[in-house]
């Protein structure tokens, strides 16, 4: 009896149940596009060995990083993970020849093996087409495969449905930029508004606030230049006090980048140009300038001292 | 906390309790099948397994990915724990305490948990002395690591508690004004830490705040070149990672370090200069990533020392 208890409370798949059940989320909801309702029920008992990965990405669709945990792996599920995090550094490196290799054997490795594998081999299909300098267009179209492996109905219906994981939200991103940069404008937006639409509408169950942050700097960006201020300046400020405890400097910078854009242009030319709001922006390009700086990221450094020098008259930027 | 292979598991909590692997698989396998276990060669069943865990004091796990603690209800407190540890809010972490502590686990790591995570409340709150703090973290660390002290941890796979342990640890004698002991023991866990399976964003940010610690207490030895060497390490790891939990402090540390030299006529009176742009810059940087009391530290110490009055 005691053993039993022990098993069960141990089970990765008790704490699957018990995170689904807290959130109210039904158990078709939480595995669609991952594995059939009776694979999750198996799990959730603790009767079948699972393939890590899926595993993995329904505990994520819960908001629940998988190094939160402290999982033990078996030999395939270990390879497996070792085999993902080097083509992650690969195309990270920029090492063309080695993650077409990797990602060849990985596809080898876990024929079979369910959807997220399928995913992950092909975001980085996409990675490795756009690191080839091939055609964009084929980049969105192979993230769109991607996409639909655990969301098939992406491009049909609204994503609001569905509780995603930082990954698969990560992969609507990766495509949303390329389309912005490939001035799509009008399917972006459309993208975009539906993220940011799930991500209130999800509000209560906290993500890593890395996503919250990359979101915003695209929304800043996007709808500054479609000159919606007070849209854009709602959306840094909501972030920013959402930032406040973070011990990482992803996507800070620009954040900050893009507010002090968006107050000066809200202001500036305008009788509320005053001392007080000229040394607020100041600050603020300060702020961006010296994160900047420090991760050596010299274009928008140099972008931003230069604006200072022009506008505010400011040399003392150390 | 991370992904740690079943072999190595088995491998290294052997090793921690000096048993040989004829001793470990009398009666469960054959000497070769734990062998072929241990270097990854073969994934044992999960009556194996279970059977060698629990010969060496282990909770019988399943033999896939397990959670290390008695209840993930628990689990996600103890996350919560390390939170409020990190932001010094004790009051939070001695309530969280409290609530693990109605549900107590009883494995070794729900035990191992729990004694460091009592004694740090108690001895941040004042309620025990430092040898008292660090009797308790040895007992907590010896629960795994039997050995502790008496073995090399350099190829340890730490778990992520293991770290955390050692890392009060190392502390606790630093501040008994042992630096030296505390920096060989840093020293130690640093190079183990790298080699852990620890997920990468929390292992980068402990190698941080030991680079930290270390940079203070190579300082406060008057060793500041070596002090100096560190923080370039802490600062390269920072950028590359964008990790910004210690890096005002890595800063700050800098220019103390560079102050000490240029009084001693190590450094030019020229360096004063740097100095002023890294507190800048550890400014800002505080103001960016919202770290209140830094800034304020920071914006007085140029106030005083440089006679600068930043916006």
Redesign the interface.
């Given at each position: 009896m005691y053993r039993d208890m022990e098993v069960r409370n141990n089970n990765i798949g008790t704490a699957i149940q018990y995170f689904r059940e807290s959130f109210h989320i039904s158990q078709s909801k939480l595995c669609k596009g991952i594995c059939s309702v009776s694979t999750l029920s198996r799990i959730e008992a603790g009767e079948r060995d699972v393939d890590a990965l899926i595993l993995e990405t329904l505990l994520e669709r819960l908001r629940k990083v998988t190094h939160h945990f402290e999982l033990i792996l078996t030999d395939f599920d270990y390879k497996a993970y070792i085999c993902r995090e080097e083509i992650k550094k690969k195309i990270k490196d920029k090492d063309i020849e080695k993650a077409r290799k990797l990602i060849h054997e990985y596809d080898k490795l876990t024929i079979g093996k369910g959807s997220p594998h399928r995913q992950f081999i092909m975001v980085n299909r996409a990675y490795l087409n756009e690191l080839e300098g091939k055609e964009p267009k084929t980049t969105i179209d192979l993230l769109m495969e991607a996409i639909t492996c655990t969301v098939p109905d992406f491009n049909t219906n609204e994503i609001r449905d569905y509780y995603l994981s930082v990954t698969e939200l990560n992969i609507i991103l990766e495509i949303l930029q390329r389309m912005i940069a490939l001035g799509m404008d009008e399917k972006a937006e459309r993208i975009l508004n539906q993220i940011i639409g799930y991500l209130y509408w999800h509000g209560q169950m906290a993500y890593d606030r890395k996503i919250y942050l990359k979101v915003a700097v695209i929304a800043g960006k996007f709808f500054m230049k479609h000159n919606k201020i007070d849209k854009a300046l709602e959306i840094c400020d909501i972030t920013l006090k959402m930032y406040k405890g973070s011990n990482k400097m992803d996507y800070i910078g620009e954040l900050l980048y893009i507010k002090a854009q968006l107050l000066e242009r809200k202001f500036i030319g305008s009788s509320e140009w005053e001392p007080g709001k000229k040394t607020d922006c100041l600050k603020l390009y300060l702020q961006a300038y010296h994160i900047f700086d420090f991760c050596e990221e010299k274009s928008e450094a140099e972008s931003i001292r230069k604006h200072l020098r022009e506008v505010y008259q400011w040399e003392d930027i150390g | 906390?991370?992904?740690?292979?079943?072999?190595d598991?088995i491998r290294m909590t052997r090793k921690s309790l000096s048993i040989t692997q004829e001793q470990l698989s009398e009666d469960i396998c054959s000497v070769e099948t734990l062998s072929r276990i241990e270097t990854?060669k073969?994934?044992p069943s999960r009556d194996v397994y279970e059977l060698l865990m629990e010969r060496m004091g282990r909770?019988?796990?399943?033999?896939?990915?397990?959670?290390?603690v008695?209840?993930?209800?628990v689990?996600?407190k103890m996350?919560l724990f390390e939170e409020a540890i990190?932001?010094y809010d004790y009051h939070r972490a001695e309530y969280i305490l409290e609530e693990i502590m109605k549900k107590p686990g009883n494995t070794n790591l729900d035990k191992q948990f729990m004694i460091r995570a009592k004694s740090l409340i108690d001895y941040r709150m004042g309620r025990i002395s430092t040898d008292e703090f660090l009797e308790e973290l040895i007992k907590a660390i010896r629960i795994t690591i039997p050995k502790f002290g008496d073995i090399s941890l350099v190829n340890w796979p730490l778990?992520?508690n293991e770290s955390n342990i050692i890392l009060n640890i190392s502390t606790a004698y630093a501040e008994k004004q042992d630096y030296q002991k505390g920096i060989n023991i840093l020293e130690e866990a640093y190079s183990a830490i790298k080699k852990s399976y620890?997920?990468e964003?929390?292992r980068i940010?402990m190698q941080v705040i030991i680079l930290n610690n270390l940079s203070k207490w190579y300082g406060l030895l008057g060793d500041h070149q070596k002090a100096i060497d560190v923080i370039k390490q802490g600062l390269k790891l920072?950028?590359e990672y964008?990790?910004?939990?210690v890096?005002p402090n890595l800063l700050y540390n800098y220019v103390w370090n560079m102050e000490r030299l240029i009084d001693k006529g190590v450094l030019s009176k020229e360096n004063k200069r740097e100095c002023?742009?890294l507190l800048?810059?550890a400014y800002?940087?505080s103001?960016?990533?919202?770290y209140p009391y830094l800034e304020q530290f920071i914006r007085k110490h140029l106030q005083v020392q440089y006679n600068i009055n930043l916006?």
């Open positions: - | 906390m991370g992904r740690y292979r079943l072999g598991i990854g073969q994934n909770v019988r796990n399943r033999a896939y990915s397990i959670l290390s008695s209840d993930f209800k689990l996600e996350q990190l932001s778990t992520y620890m997920d964003e929390f940010t920072c950028k964008k990790i910004s939990s890096l002023i742009n800048k810059q800002y940087i103001c960016a990533v919202q916006l």
